[in-house]
């Protein structure tokens, strides 16, 4: 079950000007779904219970794979951007996080996210 907060920080991500076009601006994308509540620098935000993601070590290790597996599925209660976010914005997010901590791994494709996405049936849509 989620928390009142984190249901809170959800109806807000959900009203976020998130479309096409977007893939092309990583951290404007990551800033939009993302630092809210995993914050812009390498210290978790104050009070959150997400990690920092810039300066992860898990994500400096696991690459753009992970970071898009994490961002379309959710983990814990994280709510996942399969409903919010297009494969090209996930793409963009996964390669501009993976890059920044300093993963070698080649880009992702959004094709390559598409084949990771759930299937529509499995994918919660914000009310």
């Known amino acids: 079950m989620k928390s009142r907060s984190t249901l809170s920080v959800l109806a807000l991500v959900a009203l976020l000007p998130v479309g096409a076009g977007r893939a092309d601006e990583p951290a404007a994308l990551y800033a939009d779904l993302c630092a809210a509540c995993h914050g812009?620098?390498?210290?978790?935000?104050?009070?959150?219970?997400?990690?920092?993601?810039?300066?992860?070590?898990?994500?400096?290790?696991?690459?753009?794979?992970?970071?898009?597996?994490?961002?379309?599925?959710g983990t814990g209660n994280m709510y996942p951007l399969c409903?919010?976010?297009?494969?090209?914005?996930?793409?963009?997010?996964?390669?501009?996080?993976?890059?920044?901590?300093?993963?070698?791994?080649?880009?992702?494709?959004?094709?390559a996210i598409a084949a990771l996405r759930p299937a529509a049936g499995d994918c919660p849509i914000l009310h």
Do not use: M, R
Not at 53 to 65: R, T, W
Not at 90 to 95: E, H, L, Q, S
């Open 83 to 111: 409903a919010l976010a297009s494969d090209a914005e996930i793409a963009a997010i996964a390669n501009h996080l993976a890059a920044a901590n300093g993963n070698q791994s080649p880009p992702l494709a959004p094709e």
């Open 40 to 73: 812009q620098g390498t210290a978790p935000l104050s009070g959150s219970p997400y990690p920092a993601l810039f300066g992860n070590p898990q994500v400096a290790a696991a690459g753009p794979v992970y970071v898009a597996l994490k961002a379309l599925h």
